[in-house]
């Protein structure tokens, strides 16, 4: 494989659905700190990645702490912010959670083929490459990177192989919204 890192393809409203591409201001950014909010009143979760993903997912991984959202307002909300992107009716969504990647997680090359989409909403206001971090995919072969930006979403509709690269130390928590659709 070779490592590249080039502008990835950002979807717009009229564009044919690809099987992976980007979306730019995906969520109004009071919906975003309305649930940023909602977390850190949270505290605490109960369930990690440790718990609750499968282990040959896992692996190595630190911590990755995960809020389920299916049980607030913020499902509907961010849901309906994909209309312009995902055919509503013909895919429902899963559920919605809160990720917060610890410094040392990541996640290993899998697909997610238990759903027909996946989606990972980026929101840390600013990301540095050196943080790690990454969103990697497997295009053609080579293998290509995807800085985090804020406000940012990547969709994967037909389980292109994909994986997080390791966070650095020294990083922040890296925190994102998964989205599930079946």
């Known amino acids: 494989f070779e490592a590249g890192f080039g502008p990835p393809h950002f ?30 009143d ?14 040959s997912i896992v692996k190595g991984s630190a911590r990755v702490d995960i809020f389920f959202l299916n049980d607030t307002s913020f499902k ?5 912010c994909y209309a312009d992107y995902v055919n509503l009716k013909k895919y429902s969504v899963n559920y919605v ?18 759903y ?6 980026y929101l840390n ?6 943080y790690g971090g990454l969103f990697l995919y497997e295009e053609n072969k080579d293998i290509k990177g995807y800085v985090p930006k804020y406000n940012s979403a990547v969709i994967n509709n037909n389980n292109i192989p994909h994986g997080t690269s390791i966070i650095s130390p ?9 989205i599930f659709f079946k």
């Open 125 to 130: 206001e600013s990301w540095n490459i050196d």
């Open 170 to 178: 020294t990083a922040p928590e890296r925190e994102t919204l998964q």
């Open 42 to 55: 949270k505290k605490k979760t109960e369930i990690t990645n440790h718990s609750y993903w499968d282990q």
């Open 11 to 40: 979807k717009n409203k009229k564009d044919k659905m690809n099987d992976l591409f980007f979306i730019n201001n995906v969520l109004p950014i009071d919906l975003i700190l309305q649930i940023k909010k909602y977390v850190l």
């Open 76 to 80: 509907e909300q961010v849901i309906n």
């Open 116 to 121: 027909s989409l996946a989606s990972t909403i």
């Open 97 to 114: 959670s809160y990720y917060k990647w610890l410094p040392g997680s990541f996640i290993p090359f899998h697909t997610d083929n238990l």
